[in-house]
């Protein structure tokens, strides 16, 4: 007699359907952590040469896999199906620290799928310099390079780093780099932030500069640039960040600069800037500071920046000004912070200063103003140490507020005293405090949605 085999029921084929769901789950898991070998030898060598943390090979063989990844690397799949790797940082906990005898990588550029890579406090003890491999990758897709407070990094920007199409974000600050500026930086059209600042770079500004028309924030500060602004720099139209301070550029503010209706932040202390201030400079509607101390101005302060609504931190300190403080700057109503001291201003005290809401600090000392203090009790309790007006001859305060003396450094009308009424209490030293302050919360707020948008948010530097 013939056997009839059974069909398996319904049931039974759903429940064998969802027992070896899962492992060809896991088959797919396995294959999509795994890395092309090559690319997979390269992150080896590399880590190996930055970091002596771990054994990288024994502790971490399938870098991208779940559960197994070492800190500071990130991983995406591509379209072949691999993970590779896009992101590295070095440097700063809890990413592998740097080894003393780290040298900078050139490899790095030869990783296909990068899209971010930091440095931070890695080259400390032997020099070494950016490199670049003979053979480059073509169309690298690496948006930000990042490399900060490296003070054995020195050398020449390489031309080559115009070769990196996509990069969005370059931040070589705080490092030992020398040379001019290469103009073939500016043929970067995607970047949004260029951070070049607290190195050792000479020579002018680039006039290619104009080209970086996407550009939202610019930091050259604190090198020895020389030259005058150029004048493509009106065509930053998206700029919100200018930052040239502590160079030695010379000349006039250029006109164009009128034209950067985003500009928020713009910088230009220590240098040797002089001469009258562009006439249109009213049209920067979006301006909160305004940082521009120790130029040699000697021209009346401009009326024209007492109608720039937003201002609020405004630092003209030392820099030769003179005439009358002009009555426009009372009408500032975000103002919280003004600082005109060590000039050659004349004329009373515009009245209208303690009408202003938010001002928390203000530093008139060491001018030629003349007559009594315009602010009451209420006013001068306010700003209490924050308020400077010392150094001014001709200053006195009314005799019902005298028990203010000791806080702004001016005598009481009437009272005779060998210094002449110019009791310095205070100095200029209170102003760099909140100078920082802003400096630091604008760079978080102005920059914050690109970081975002490339899910950088954590690793900024302002």
């Known amino acids: 007699m013939t056997m009839k085999r059974a069909l398996p029921s319904p049931s039974s084929l759903l429940f064998f359907f969802l027992l070896i769901t899962p ?3 896991c088959q797919e898991n396995r294959v999509s952590a795994s890395m092309p070998p090559s690319e997979s030898e390269t992150l080896f060598k590399i880590m190996e040469s930055m970091s002596s943390d771990q054994q990288w090979r024994q502790s971490h063989p399938n870098p991208c896999a779940p559960g197994s990844s070492w800190p500071g690397i990130e ?3 591509g379209p072949d199906h691999l993970s590779h790797v896009s992101r590295l940082d070095f440097g700063s906990a809890p990413n592998p620290s740097c080894k003393s005898s780290a040298s900078f990588p050139s490899s790095i550029f030869t990783l ?4 971010s890579v930091f440095f931070f406090n890695c080259f ?7 490199m670049f491999p003979i053979k480059l990758i073509p169309n690298s897709s690496l948006q930000q390079l990042s490399l900060r407070s490296n003070p054995s990094l020195s050398g020449q920007i390489p031309p080559r780093i115009s070769s990196l ?3 969005q974000i370059l931040t070589l600050s705080q490092n030992r780099l020398t040379g001019d500026i290469p103009p073939a930086i500016f043929s970067l059209k995607s970047l949004v932030h260029l951070d070049l600042s607290y190195n050792k770079l000479t020579g002018k500004i680039p006039l290619q500069l104009g080209n970086l028309n ?3 924030g610019l930091d050259l500060s604190y090198n020895s640039l020389t030259g005058t602004i150029p004048p493509t720099i009106s065509q930053l139209g998206m700029l919100q960040k200018l930052d040239l301070s502590s160079n030695s550029l010379f000349g006039r503010i250029p006109e164009g600069v009128e034209k950067l209706r985003s500009l928020s932040f713009m910088a230009l202390s220590n240098n040797k800037l002089k001469g009258a201030f562009p006439k249109g400079i009213s049209n920067l509607q979006s301006l909160q500071y305004f940082i521009m101390d120790n130029n040699p101005m000697f021209v009346a302060l401009p009326v024209e920046l007492g109608f720039l609504p937003k201002l609020q931190e405004l630092q003209l300190e030392n820099s030769g000004y003179s005439g009358v403080i002009p009555e426009s700057y009372t009408k500032l109503t975000n103002l919280s912070s003004l600082s005109l001291a060590n000039n050659r201003l004349t004329g009373e005290i515009p009245s209208g200063f303690e009408s202003l809401p938010h001002v928390f600090h203000l530093n008139l000392s ?7 203090v315009p602010f ?3 006013f001068l309790r306010r700003l209490g140490k924050n308020l400077d007006l010392s150094g001014n001859r001709g200053l006195c305060l009314n005799p019902e507020d005298e028990f203010s003396v000791v806080k702004t450094g001016v005598d009481v009308c009437g009272k005779n005293v060998s210094s002449g009424g110019g009791l310095s209490v205070h100095s200029s030293k209170k102003k760099s405090q909140a100078s920082r302050y802003y400096r630091s919360c604008f760079f978080a707020n102005a920059l914050f949605p690109f970081a975002l948008f490339l899910g950088l948010h954590q690793r900024w530097v302002l």
Do not use: E
Not at 124 to 130: A, D, G
Not at 366 to 372: A, P, T
């Open 112 to 115: 296909p799928f990068l899209q």
């Open 366 to 372: 060491r001018n030629l103003l003349i007559g009594v």
């Open 214 to 216: 996407n550009l939202v």
């Open 376 to 378: 009451d009790s209420s």
């Open 75 to 77: 991983c995406k799949t």
């Open 23 to 25: 492992l060809f789950l």
């Open 165 to 167: 199409k996509s990069l």
């Open 124 to 130: 400390t003890h032997f020099p070494t310099t950016i």
